[in-house]
């Protein structure tokens, strides 16, 4: 056996030892993240967490953050997905190839990632301040502003992936239903948009599960109420802001509370991320 | 139309239809093409809001603003250069860190991993991305940080830093330039910047190894094969067909990365610190942008406020850069491919 030829090996056998260890290195950070939330969250779990608001402190619950969240949550989703699935038809429909529409596509993948807080501060600036102006104060901070600043984070991701998932609908299903005379906009909704519902409801869920763990946008937006409260125009509380509150302070009553607020967040947004697997993965078969 | 009587009329109500038709359709292309350019206005706006909000910050300090490390609230006077230094210091960390191990995760997932193990792990990995930042966070101030100045800290002061517990400086820390005082600390707990790059690098492994396994499979098989049947190891298929033909989109993932760590916000805002000072110590606090806004912004007003304000203009416009920049590499692989 040569030299080179064993040094090849050793170099090879390194190498996949390496790749081997990075794997193992993400996963274990994977698995020790989740280990400590459950344990901690679950430690934490009991039924006055859904049944006292937080202005009771260590002694309360979350339950107007729970509420809250959902709220705001449920604004943002409502306002993002009518945009976001009619801005994905214009891109994969009326603009596919157009300067225009490359032009839209491409700044739509860099506001996937765009930082979540200066979209809490465009919010904050074409919201919070207005209407504190309009209203001389009485109404600033609210659940709605803090459900826009939540849209514009879903928004990117429901474009994309309509836009995705219409761009695999065949042509020929689109050229069937042209040529017996039914209008474009017709074709559209009733026929594209349904073929790839599977695909666009996957997004949704997935943009839900993105919005749901935000805390950036929503500090200087929904800002936060110890009280319980429905009124989108109320300033309000939602789970990751409290989490964020509740860990900065001292008290480990507190750090209880944020561990159970945050065992409550994680498992909606891993329910959510494998529902929309699981519908996704559906599809395909049918698809195939 | 059904009720119109005679032959005659029919063509004239056809017409109506189609009419009727065409107008619905241009008005449902108006409405489509509105909501797309919400997205452009959205990202127009965020841009022109901040830099609007911070428009009396950018007058008063001018271009000192982004050398100053002033950061006085008593006499508001505000300089850039601390949360600066924390948000690129702190981004370099994670980059350094998270690309190696995405590469070796990607590698493992496209060449090394046994078919029936792909998925299960690749669907694992991209669990990690879908954590919300909060949690990170959550992890970092309460597991990571003591854990890392309970066992990682003390072990890096002694070996590499210049101020070590027993006196005896080492090798490294008396011979390499810096090294001495990156990791000389005498701040007791473990928020640092360097906690943060290492919070921000589990953030980001997952965004990159997810784009370099994405780009891996696009690699043609016959080049791989060719590379193989003349006795190839993988390692050196990996690192001499692979990463040249997706050298682009490889970078591309890095920069995307990059860009999710520049603007991450909760994660590092619990482990950072939050001290507004300069420090050459890897070990100290820090401040970075989006952690001084979440912050300060709430009890700022005035010139304060302007300064935050103008700070996430400077945040904006450099992640939109970075991102800009993988946006570019990643489609000219995508070119090549001709999708």
Known sequence: MSTLYLRRRVTNGFAMLLSVLATLVGLGFLAWILWETLRQGISALNLKLFTTITAYGADGGLSNAVVGSLIIDLIGIGIATPIGVLAGTWLAEYANRTKLGETIRFLNDILLSAPSIVMGLFVYTIIVLPSTALTHGNTSFSGFAGGVALALIALPVIVRTTDEMLRLVPSTLREAALSLGVPQWKLTVQILIRAARSGIITGVLLALARISGETAPLLFTAFGNNFMTINPMDKMASLPQIIYQYANDPGDEMHALAWAGAFVVTMFVLLLSLASRLILSRTKVSHD | ?339
């Open chain 2, 1 to 339: 139309m059904s009720s119109q009587p005679g032959a005659v009329l029919a063509p004239l109500a056809e017409e109506r239809k189609s009419r009727r038709d065409a107008r619905h359709d241009r008005q449902f292309r108006w409405l489509v093409k509105f909501c797309a350019l919400l997205v452009l206005a959205s990202l127009l706006g965020a841009a022109a809001a901040t830099l609007w909000g911070g428009r009396s910050a950018f007058s008063t300090f001018g271009w000192h603003f982004l050398v100053s490390t002033e950061w006085d609230p008593g006499n508001d006077v505000y300089g850039a250069l601390v949360p600066i230094y924390g948000t690129i210091a702190t981004s370099f960390i994670a980059l350094l860190i998270a690309v190696p191990i995405s590469f070796g995760v990607a590698l493992y997932l496209s060449e090394v991993a046994p078919p029936w193990l792909r998925t299960p792990v690749a669907s694992a990995i991209e669990l990690l991305a879908g954590i919300p930042s909060i949690i990170y966070g959550m992890w970092g101030l309460f597991i990571f940080a003591p854990f890392f100045s309970a066992h990682i800290k003390p072990w890096l002061t002694n070996m590499l830093g210049n101020q070590p517990d027993d006196g005896k400086i080492s090798w490294v820390a008396q011979h390499v330039p810096f090294v001495g005082k990156m990791f000389a600390s005498s701040y007791p707990f473990g928020a640092s910047i360097l906690t943060a790059g290492i919070v921000l690098a589990i953030m980001i492994i997952p965004f990159i190894a997810s784009v370099m396994r994405e780009v891996f499979q696009t690699v043609p098989t016959r080049l791989k094969e060719s590379a193989y049947a003349l006795g190839s190891t993988t390692w050196e298929v990996s690192w001499d067909i692979v990463l040249p033909y997706t050298r682009s989109a490889v970078i591309g993932g890095i920069f995307l990365g990059l860009g999710r760590a520049l603007g991450e916000t909760m994660a590092v805002t619990f482990v950072l610190g939050n001290a507004m000072q300069l420090s050459a110590s890897l070990l100290d606090p820090g401040a970075s942008i989006a952690s001084t806004i979440a912050n300060q912004f709430g009890e700022a007003a005035g010139l304060q406020k302007s300064t935050l304000m103008a700070l996430a203009f400077l945040l904006f416009v450099v992640t939109f850069i970075v991102l800009l920049i993988a946006r570019l590499m990643l489609s000219r692989l995508a070119k090549r491919e001709g999708s």
